[in-house]
């Protein structure tokens, strides 16, 4: 697996809190993950630009988009969300989509278990995806919609380094799970940090 991978946010969402801006978060959560991505354009914009130089290694016009699978494979009418964000960057002329990740079988989606012992390890979502054949440039960004604890990014960004090791790989995702914080002040909360894999445990870090 990769040892590290960095990685940026721009919002953050309470899935228990009760407060009037948690629950504001979550309706944001429920838009992404419904594949609304259009109507949160201006708000996106509004955070990029305000982020421009510390985002600016993760997101401009050379970069390679790489939305990173769903958690079973893809029929033709089905829903991407991560697709829908690399698309909306793409047009914001942020980076160049290149939908090579695939999901090779279906895996148990994490958020269905509150318990993260239960939900799939790096390892199960590491042998579940493939890498087709794609043009890329020098820097790659893996695209997703929520990062919680960080398993996905990092099987997904081994995967990709593997298949492109002398790139540059990064994360960047709309949105971060603030799991343990009931009440939240903003749902706006841009971060860059990385994510770190520990091969005796085979577990990850995210760093916040």
Same mark, same amino acid.
């Given at each position: 697996?990769?040892?590290?991978? *960095?990685?940026?946010?721009?919002?953050? @969402?309470?899935?228990?809190?009760?407060?009037?801006?948690? =629950?504001?978060?979550? /309706?944001?959560?429920?838009?992404?993950?419904?594949?609304?991505?259009?109507?949160?354009?201006?708000?996106?914009?509004?955070?990029?630009?305000?982020?421009?130089?510390? =985002?600016?290694?993760?997101?401009?016009?050379?970069?390679?988009?790489?939305?990173?699978?769903?958690?079973?494979?893809?029929?033709?009418?089905?829903?991407?969300?991560?697709?829908?964000?690399?698309?909306?960057?793409?047009?914001?002329?942020?980076?160049?989509?290149?939908?090579?990740?695939?999901?090779? @079988?279906? =895996?148990?989606?994490?958020?269905?278990?509150?318990?993260? *012992? !239960?939900?799939?390890?790096?390892?199960?979502? @590491?042998?579940?995806?493939?890498? *087709?054949?794609?043009?890329?440039?020098?820097?790659?960004?893996?695209?997703?919609?929520?990062?919680?604890?960080? $398993?996905?990014?990092?099987?997904?960004?081994?995967?990709?380094?593997?298949?492109?090791?002398?790139?540059?790989?990064?994360?960047?995702?709309?949105? !971060?799970?603030?799991?343990?914080?009931?009440?939240?002040?903003?749902?706006? /909360?841009?971060?860059? /940090? #990385?994510?770190? @894999?520990?091969?005796? #445990?085979?577990?990850?870090? $995210?760093?916040?």
């Amino acid at each position: 697996m990769i040892p590290s991978v *960095e990685y940026a946010t721009l919002f953050q @969402y309470s899935p228990r809190g009760h407060s009037e801006m948690a =629950i504001r978060s979550r /309706n944001l959560k429920d838009a992404i993950k419904g594949g609304n991505i259009e109507i949160l354009r201006n708000l996106i914009f509004r955070v990029i630009s305000e982020k421009k130089d510390a =985002i600016s290694n993760f997101l401009h016009k050379n970069v390679t988009l790489i939305p990173v699978p769903r958690s079973s494979p893809l029929r033709p009418s089905s829903l991407w969300p991560s697709l829908e964000i690399a698309n909306l960057l793409a047009a914001l002329q942020l980076g160049i989509v290149a939908p090579c990740l695939k999901r090779r @079988y279906r =895996i148990n989606r994490s958020s269905l278990f509150s318990d993260a *012992e !239960q939900r799939p390890s790096i390892a199960e979502q @590491y042998d579940s995806l493939e890498v *087709e054949d794609c043009t890329t440039t020098q820097n790659i960004t893996l695209v997703d919609d929520i990062i919680t604890i960080g $398993r996905t990014c990092i099987a997904a960004a081994s995967r990709i380094s593997e298949k492109f090791p002398n790139a540059n790989i990064r994360i960047f995702t709309l949105l !971060q799970t603030k799991g343990l914080e009931l009440d939240l002040d903003s749902y706006v /909360n841009f971060q860059v /940090n #990385s994510i770190t @894999y520990n091969a005796s #445990s085979c577990k990850c870090t $995210r760093h916040q």
